[in-house]
């Protein structure tokens, strides 16, 4: 099994939906949950990260950890095109912070 | 511009020939990584560095090989023990949990 499953889809919706993306992992030492964001051709960059189990939102985006589950979302209100890319969860677990990748979901947004 | 810039972002490499890429940080950041992603592939940790003139290997540290000996830079070379090197290679740096990545640098072999 893999410590961080994710599924890579590709998902598409209409513009203005609400997108949820999920990520299941193995490893009870993971303590931080991230969320990037990855366009065609460029390097990710990290949209939000939670700290052991909760919420967090930041602006369209909400990003949930269940530890007791291990499982993980993110979630994308009133979706845009710009929205369009591969979403990448990561996890942290111990001293040297190295991060545990998911495979990413490819999410396309339609107008 | 605080960041972290890769060069080349695109690289060409001949069969049996070792190529060295550039990673350079303004972050101060101690942490600094080499990610390798394939298609379809999640990001995989080729090796790691915590601090100045120690680094570590990662989950596929085969074929590659790195330095640290400027807090600000951390070049990884790929040999030609590499056997399948076309990838898309990133590179980053770490405060905490926080990694912030680099544009990437596209190798091929030809």
């Known amino acids: ?111 | 511009d605080g960041g972290i810039t890769q060069s080349p972002k695109y690289l060409f490499r001949k069969e049996g020939q070792n190529v060295t890429l550039s990673c350079e940080q303004n972050l101060n950041h101690d942490a600094m990584y080499w990610y390798r992603q394939d298609p379809g592939q999640g990001l995989r940790l080729i090796y790691y560095s915590q601090i100045v003139n120690d680094f570590q290997k990662g989950d596929i540290a085969e074929g590659y090989s790195v330095s640290r000996e400027k807090k600000e830079s951390f070049p990884l070379t790929v040999t030609s023990a590499q056997k399948n090197p076309t990838a898309f290679y990133l590179c980053a740096s770490s405060i905490g949990p926080e990694a912030f990545f680099g544009q990437g640098t596209r190798l091929t072999v030809v």
Do not use: H
């Open chain 1, 1 to 111: 099994q893999k410590e961080v499953e994710q599924d890579p889809g590709p998902l598409s919706v209409p513009e203005g939906a609400i997108v949820s993306l999920n990520c299941t992992y193995s490893n009870s030492a993971f303590q931080y949950f991230m969320w990037y964001r990855q366009y065609s051709r460029k390097g990710p960059e990290l949209l939000m990260y939670t700290y052991s189990s909760g919420n967090k939102e930041d602006g369209r985006f909400t990003a949930q950890v269940d530890k007791s589950s291990k499982y993980i979302s993110l979630f994308i209100r009133d979706s845009q095109p710009s929205d369009s890319a591969t979403y990448l969860c990561a996890m942290v677990g111990g001293s040297n912070y190295k991060l545990t990748f998911g495979k990413g979901t490819l999410l396309t947004v339609n107008p």
